[in-house]
């Protein structure tokens, strides 16, 4: 038996489901699982190999193009919000069991085949993180590794003469970075990612996977909201004390930047990638 686990991606999703959820693949690996990643573009199973040592990634184009690759005495894993309640319960029926991974506590499948993980439980920061580091690296904001539609381009002002650092996104076109670089102090590069996230003064993001990984660090992070961002993760990440801007306001921003803000951890830990494996584990194996 084999395990698929499915992570919706690509250069109009981002990264932020990779991030979390190659810890846990790592895990199962670990514990004897042989595990397949499954992304929808290839630069995704890239990026995994490279930052998490993921060994086995091929890319899909669509969800139920899975049945191509797995057996039906294989496991599946859907980390996604994208497929319709029907796709899901079609699917555990196909493989007899099925794991569903979602943001969207609103959104679970759950069933007598179907074990859904979703809303806080769903919440998984790398144990590298958790690491001690020293925060020398100023502000830095980062937007989220897509921004297929330029959107930053017409919010960069915001940032201007703020003294705010610019981490470029994953899946970012060539020479973006050239028409923001006015708006921003500097502009870093991709791969320099997990060294601002760990070592900023302040991390402003509008990536919530981020928002929690800078959390955990320690790196004092601001939630920017994009509008395409889903409204709970403003409750969310309030529960942990970050502070959410839902616009992007200038003098909004500036002062958040100035406040000294009291940030709260809770259920966050280095075990959080074991735990959700555990789950995964003792459903599916």
Known sequence: MKLYYYIETGHRRGLDRLRRSAPVINVLERRGVEVTMLTDDFRAGEYA??????????????????????????????????????????????????????????????????????????????????????????????????????????????????????????????????????????????????????????????????????????SSPIFVKKSSTPEFWCGRLSEHSVPVLEVFDRESLLNCIERENEYEKGSLSPQSAGNVADMIYDFLI
């Open 49 to 218: 190999k490279e930052q998490f040592g993921i060994g086995k990634y091929v890319s899909v184009d669509l969800v139920r193009n899975i049945a191509n690759i797995a057996a039906p005495a294989d496991r599946v894993v859907i980390d996604s919000d994208s497929e319709s309640p029907t796709l899901l319960s079609d699917m555990a029926d196909y493989y007899g069991r099925l794991v569903h991974i979602g943001d969207d506590p609103n959104r679970s499948a759950a069933s007598s085949r179907i074990l859904s993980i979703s809303g806080s439980d769903s919440e998984v920061v790398d144990p590298r993180y958790f690491e001690e580091t020293r925060h020398s690296m100023g502000d830095v904001y980062f937007w989220g590794d897509d921004d297929y539609e330029r959107e930053l381009a017409g919010f960069c002002d915001a940032f201007r003469g703020s003294g705010v650092a610019l981490l470029e996104g994953y899946y970012f076109f060539l020479q973006y970075a050239g028409e923001l670089q006015e708006c921003f102090k500097a502009v870093y590069e991709s791969e320099s990612y997990d060294e601002l996230l760990k070592g900023a003064n302040r991390f402003i993001t509008s990536s919530p996977q981020s928002a929690l990984e800078a959390l955990v660090a320690g």
